[in-house]
């Protein structure tokens, strides 16, 4: 179910390394129309990540550094995106 997105730049950052990973584990998401990270809350997907943080961290990183660092991104994002107002969601 892993797919490696090979079109998108290399992730220079441990914070990029890390929502790269929540992205495609689909514990993060980004707005279709906005482009902001929402967080899916998804128990299952986050486990996935921080096993892919433990198991296979970036070079030069220690597996517990990794691990922290998609913790700080899914401390960081919120899970509405802040540009699509949840009242029109409500209206409809
Ligand atoms: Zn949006």
């Given at each position: 179910m892993l797919m490696i997105c090979e079109r998108r730049p290399t992730t220079r950052t441990l914070r990029g390394w890390a929502i790269h990973v929540l992205q495609e584990v689909g514990a993060?998401?980004?707005?279709?129309?906005?482009?902001?990270?929402q967080d899916?809350?998804?128990?299952?997907?986050?486990?996935?990540?921080?096993?892919?943080?433990?198991?296979?961290?970036?070079?030069?990183?220690?597996?517990?550094?990794?691990?922290?660092?998609?913790?700080?991104?899914?401390d960081s994002i919120g899970d509405t995106c802040p540009e699509c107002s949840p009242d029109e969601e409500n209206r409809r």
């Open positions: 993060i998401r980004e707005c279709e129309e906005h482009g902001w990270m899916r809350a998804d128990p299952h997907a986050r486990e996935r990540a921080f096993d892919i943080a433990r198991r296979d961290p970036p070079a030069e990183v220690s597996p517990q550094a990794a691990e922290a660092a998609v913790r700080d991104v899914l």
